[in-house]
């Protein structure tokens, strides 16, 4: 009997094997990119079957927990090392399968042009992406992390050649002297600045950890026996508790787009759709929200021991008013894909705020349960919408809505997906949508009800976006030039399918949610029959009145016939609340002008240098030539004369005459009879 | 066999008995050896010589174990470490000469006086660096001065002649204040013993005592202004006679120092630190600066003034003597002792490698250029001669003055200053020296390896092989000066 841990780290090396593959082939057959996309394909199917041979095999997660690891530095004590759980187990199946479908879509999509580039990152992450889940302790989920983080910046900036239809925002839109748009080189180093920065913390946190309370202050095992004490206690001595928490939250919130970090996430559209279906909406920004469910039952504990659990809160509210910002976002997006973007990061931030608001009123795993059941139905049905919004953008040719509408007719199948996810998206039941969602305000009213408030107003918000998507691009009149139709099986197949999930996941809710709460250590969690009903009424007001503006045709179609307020407030919405202008202003003009200014100073310093001290020593040897004369003439002729003088006069007292000497000699006994008497004298006088 | 006996059991007895077979031997061949033909005086000498040696081993052994000194002759006499090492050296000095003079004074009308001479100023300059009583002193100086006026005038010719003169009127003169000195000496102690714990501290006493030995002394040593004769004398005359009268002089002068100065010199510390220390700066500078035209002319003179500039340098350890007995004392002590032994041997080898390398009269640079491809032997003496002079290490005379500077530094940094500053000039001539003996030769003869030549070369390879053991030469210098010295 083969253990669990043993088929997860199957699944992890499967991605790698491919990757390493793909590189093999993209040198031996250059020309031949279906083998490189058949090869993707294959290393996602086998870790898909060994991630469910890892989940059969630790029998649902009921079956304890198994681990497996390879020693990395026996003096420092840590282990690469992974652990099936029931956690683990389930959420890497939901990755390794979303992998598979969308690698399947990504053959037609992504075709001829830079696949071998494509399917090496693809598979590269999704082993990462694996790695992240099973990890054992901390050190091995940076290194997947970091890996998802490579691959998404190689991915995002996919297009390199920056072509204009893979931009994101309108091009030569500025606001505060900031450009609005993105191109996809650009958009891969934001992505990579933006998640570094947050990185950094948590690094900090980690390495705090691991000082503080050695290996097992790193690792799931350790936190879940005596080093979480230990942890609590060394963090408590020096007196780092609250910033230490800050920071082990940080990296998960750059990575799960949450404020002020969220920006990079509206850029990262640039990369191919398969793309943002998968790392920028599935699965890689769920990082941060897994990261928060897996750790948050550790550690609120010790953040309560410690007086800290404030910042809980603190996390909460920050979730929350990301949420409700996307949204609003949302509202006004005229990107097909930003719309599903800005959608992502809202729902994010309910995950994670159900975690935060959960944590803060002492019920963590309440939390982490909810958390997690939004977790996985928003994976699917967003992932659906992604697929079947680059089907459509490939169909017509452009990325804008406005370009779009009445593609029922043209494309019903995807037409049929995309409504199933949409519907699970703006919370209808029995959509899997509506349970997790509810779950999720249930989690975040234990914050309070000015937090359910805000969530039930994102709620109304995400509902009206989401009925303002499918009516612009679906059912409203034609605005395109392009004959679209449905494609191929190959591309069809995975949305339609996912599609069809986010229904049947809703059917079969009590059953997986009693999985999910089971995994988290808990209990599924029990709807508030008041918050449900005010969830579904949120939802359908929000659908509602979408639907009656939008049919009725009652809203201008061009954002100038607005009135003053209300075309203020678009452009507040249209341009991102000007976060991403205020960023630029705040840190990276600045971060520029210092660095010009460091620039100059090399430079100054550099001609100081090269040039000022050459001439300061020119200068130097014609002055010192001119002392040089001075000194070779006091050295070579007028010492030698003064010698020559002084010799001379000694030797003219050396006269040769006897009587001299006498002389001298007399002179000289004179001298010492004066000195003896002054002796005398001074000795008497005393 | 009774005094044999009497010997071995009392070291008294023995160095009693040695001195006797010393003064014996030197007294044979001063006034019996001459009568016998230059050959045999010189080997008379020779013979003295081994004796005095061998009298010398046998008393440092034999003093050893009692502090490094014994008294004889009911207190006349006393010997220890640091006359043994002075006239050891002043002893191997005058063999040395002999060996030097040997075919070149015996050609001279009365040859066969050169060694009884010689054996009289030996003689002098034993019985002086011995006496313990003020007589003796007198006696022995009167003896070694009267014999190095006639040693100088021994060389039949008007130079040396006029040296000669010039001297004995300066000794003379001397002789008087030396006398005159000695003479207050005994009214202030009430006794002719010379003691080391002189109990006289009245500095109205002391002040003119000291003022009219270190006259005498100062006269003996070229200390400017007393040292108008040495000029003439070591410039002119025949280098083979002045090679043994600067020697001598000098460790004359040493012993007077020890002997009679130093006592003295914690009476008046002020008076001897700055009297010595004025006259030291103003003698090593007369010397040096004199010494650097003498590039243009003379290489003889050089050395003469050399000579006033290295008394110099031994006033800057008598100045430094003035501090209280303890290890700059004796750094001082030691100082003294082995620059006069670096200062005779170097002078020794320098003046006869002159002799050889060099016309008499009328020495001059020409002659001397590219020494070293003629007359191998004699240049090598002069180098080693010079760079022991300029206190290069190595050398003995770098020890000598390392010792001094030493002991200057701690009586007064102006002093160590000015001392190191003429050290650095005097590198100029003794260099200039050492650069002609080495130029191409032009033209010139290759003459017969004399034992001028050797007698320097030997002189000079000993003060490197002494160069090699400073510390046992500076233990058996100060030896007798540590906290248990004679009474």
Same mark, same amino acid.
């Given at each position: 009997m083969v253990g669990a841990a043993v088929y997860a780290a199957g699944a992890v090396a499967a991605g790698y094997l491919a990757a390493l593959l793909v590189l093999l082939e993209a040198l031996a057959?250059?020309?031949?990119w279906r083998l490189a996309a058949y090869t993707g394909v294959g290393g996602a199917a086998a870790a898909a079957v060994l991630s469910v041979a890892a989940l059969l095999a630790s029998h649902g997660g009921h079956g304890g927990v198994d681990r497996v690891g390879l020693p990395l530095s026996r003096e420092l004590g840590l282990w690469l090392g992974l652990r099936v759980d029931a956690l683990s187990a389930l959420v890497a199946v939901l990755v390794s399968v979303l992998v598979l479908l969308i690698a399947v879509y990504s053959v037609e999509y992504?075709?001829?042009?830079?696949a071998h580039r494509y399917w090496v990152f693809y598979s590269f992450f999704a082993s990462s992406m694996l790695l992240l889940v099973y990890a054992e302790d901390l050190v091995t989920l940076v290194a997947g992390w970091e890996g998802t983080g490579l691959a998404s910046w190689a991915l995002i900036g996919f297009y390199y050649d920056d072509?204009?239809?893979?931009?994101?925002?309108?091009?030569g839109r500025r606001r505060l002297g900031v450009p609005m748009w993105s191109t996809p080189t650009l958009s891969a180093l934001r992505a990579v600045s933006f998640t570094r920065l947050a990185d950094g913390f948590m690094l900090v946190a980690i390495g705090l950890a691991y000082a503080v309370a050695g290996p097992g202050g790193v690792s799931i095992s350790g936190l879940e026996g005596g080093a979480g004490g230990l942890l609590a206690a060394g963090l408590g001595a020096a007196g780092l508790a609250g910033v230490w928490l800050v920071f082990f939250y940080m990296g998960a919130l750059g990575k799960s787009a949450?404020?002020?970090?969220?920006e990079w996430l509206v850029t990262a559209?640039?990369?191919?759709t398969s793309v943002s279906a998968l790392i920028?909406?599935?699965?890689m920004v769920k990082a941060g929200v897994y990261y928060a469910v897996r750790f948050t039952p550790l550690v609120a504990p010790l953040a309560f021991a410690l007086g800290v659990g404030s910042v809980y809160r603190g996390l909460a509210w920050l979730s929350l008013l990301t949420a409700f910002a996307t949204a609003s976002m949302a509202?006004?997006?005229?990107e097909l894909k930003l719309v599903l973007a800005y959608s992502t990061a809202s729902q994010l931030s309910y995950m994670l705020a159900a975690v935060f608001a959960a944590a803060a009123a002492g019920e963590a795993v309440v939390g982490a349960a909810a958390g997690l059941g939004h977790m996985f139905s928003h994976a699917v049905f967003k992932a659906a919408l992604f697929l079947a919004a680059g089907a459509v953008i490939h169909a017509v040719?452009?990325?804008?809505?406005?370009?779009?509408?009445?593609l029922r007719r043209y494309m019903p199948l995807t037409f049929a997906a995309f409504l199933l996810a949409s519907l699970s998206l703006a919370a209808v039941?029995?959509?899997s949508g509506w349970w997790s969602k509810d779950e999720a305000v249930a989690a975040i009213s234990l914050l309070g009800p000015r937090a359910a408030a805000v969530a039930l107003a994102t709620a109304v918000m995400t509902a009206f976006y989401t009925m303002r998507m499918v009516w612009l691009v679906f059912l409203d009149g034609e605005r395109f030039h392009a004959k679209p139709h449905e494609p191929g099986w190959m591309m069809l197949a995975p949305y339609l399918a996912l599609g069809v999930a986010s229904l049947g996941m809703g059917l079969a809710w009590p059953w997986l949610a009693g999985l999910l709460g089971h995994a988290v250590g808990g209990h599924a969690p029990h709807g508030e029959p008041l918050l449900v009903a005010a969830g579904t009424a949120a939802s359908a007001a929000g659908l509602g009145v979408a639907l009656l503006l939008y049919s009725r045709g009652l809203?201008?179609?061009?954002?100038?016939?607005?009135p003053l307020p209300a075309r203020l407030l678009h452009g507040f919405l249209y341009d991102r609340w000007f976060i991403n202008s205020i960023i630029y202003r705040l840190v990276v003009h600045p971060g520029a002008a210092a660095s010009r200014l460091l620039a100059g100073l090399d430079a100054l310093l550099d001609s100081v240098v090269h040039e000022g001290v050459p001439w300061l020593f020119r200068r130097l040897v014609r002055v010192a030539a001119l002392l040089e004369a001075g000194y070779d003439t006091a050295i070579h002729v007028e010492a030698p004369r003064l010698a020559a003088s002084a010799s001379a006069a000694v030797r003219r007292l050396q006269s040769g005459d006897v009587r001299d000497y006498m002389t001298y000699f007399t002179a000289g006994m004179v001298f010492a009879a004066v000195v003896s008497a002054l002796v005398i004298a001074f000795v008497l006088a005393a | 066999m009774a005094v044999l006996e009497a010997a071995v059991a009392e070291p008294a007895r023995a160095v009693e008995l040695g001195t006797l077979l010393v003064v014996a031997a030197y007294a044979f061949t001063g006034l019996v050896s001459p009568l016998l033909g230059p050959r045999l005086a010189r080997l008379s000498l020779y013979a003295s010589t081994g004796v005095a040696l061998a009298a010398a081993a046998y008393a440092t052994l034999r003093i050893a174990p009692l502090g490094g000194y014994v008294v004889g002759f009911d207190g006349a006499v006393v010997v220890d470490t640091f006359a043994i090492y002075m006239l050891s050296t002043a002893v191997i000095v005058f063999a040395l000469a002999a060996v030097a003079a040997r075919g070149v004074v015996d050609r001279?009308?009365?040859?066969e006086a050169f060694y009884a001479v010689a054996g009289l100023m030996a003689l002098g300059i034993i019985m002086l660096g011995l006496s313990r009583v003020l007589y003796l002193v007198y006696i022995a100086w009167i003896l070694a001065a009267v014999s190095s006026y006639v040693l100088i005038a021994l060389y039949r010719d008007d130079w040396s002649a006029e040296a000669a003169m010039k001297y004995a009127v300066t000794g003379a003169v001397a002789t008087i204040v030396l006398l005159l000195g000695v003479i207050l000496y005994y009214t202030l102690a009430g006794s002719l013993a010379i003691s080391n714990?002189?109990?006289?501290?009245d500095p109205l006493l002391v002040t003119p005592v000291v003022t009219l030995l270190a006259v005498a002394v100062g006269f003996k040593m070229g200390?400017? *202004?007393?040292?108008?004769w040495l000029v003439d004398v070591y410039g002119n005359a025949r280098p083979l006679v002045v090679a043994i009268a600067s020697a001598a002089a000098k460790v004359l002068a040493a012993l007077l120092i020890v002997r009679l100065i130093a006592p003295f010199a914690a009476a008046t510390p002020e008076i001897v630190l700055w009297v010595a220390s004025v006259l030291a700066v103003i003698t090593m500078t007369y010397g040096n600066v004199g010494a650097l035209l003498t590039v243009r002319d003379n290489p003889q003179k050089m050395l003469a003034y050399s000579s006033v500039a290295q008394a110099g340098y031994i006033l800057a350890a008598v100045a430094a003597?003035?501090?209280?007995?303890g290890v700059d004392n004796q750094a001082a002590i030691a100082g003294i002792a082995i620059h006069t032994s670096a200062y005779a041997l170097s002078k020794l080898a320098a003046f006869l490698a002159l002799d050889t390398?060099?016309?008499? *009269?009328?020495?001059?640079?020409e002659q001397l250029r590219g020494l070293a491809w003629s007359r191998p032997y004699a240049a090598a003496a002069l180098t080693v001669a010079a760079a022991n002079l300029a206190g290069?290490?190595?050398?003995l005379g770098f020890w000598g003055k390392l010792y001094i500077v030493l002991a200057a530094v701690s009586a007064s940094k102006l002093l160590a200053a000015a001392a190191v500053a003429n050290i650095a000039v005097s590198a100029f001539y003794y260099g200039y020296l050492i650069y002609q003996l080495f130029l191409p030769r032009r033209g010139g003869d290759d003459g017969q390896v004399s034992t001028r030549e050797l007698a320097a070369a030997a002189a000079a390879l000993l003060t490197i092989v002494l160069a090699l053991a400073p510390q046992q030469g500076y233990g058996l210098a100060v030896y007798a000066y540590t906290p248990a010295a004679p009474p």
């Open positions: 057959a250059p020309g031949r992504i075709g001829s042009w830079g072509r204009e239809d893979s931009w994101v925002g309108d091009p949450q404020m002020p970090f969220h559209m640039t990369g191919p920028h909406a599935a699965t509202l006004v997006a005229r040719h452009s990325r804008y809505m406005d370009h779009m509408g009445g039941p029995p959509w809203l201008p179609r061009r954002v100038e016939e607005l | 001279w009308e009365a040859g714990r002189l109990l006289v501290r200390v400017v *202004p007393f040292h108008g003597l003035a501090k209280l007995p390398g060099c016309r008499y *009269p009328g020495c001059s640079w290069a290490p190595l050398t």
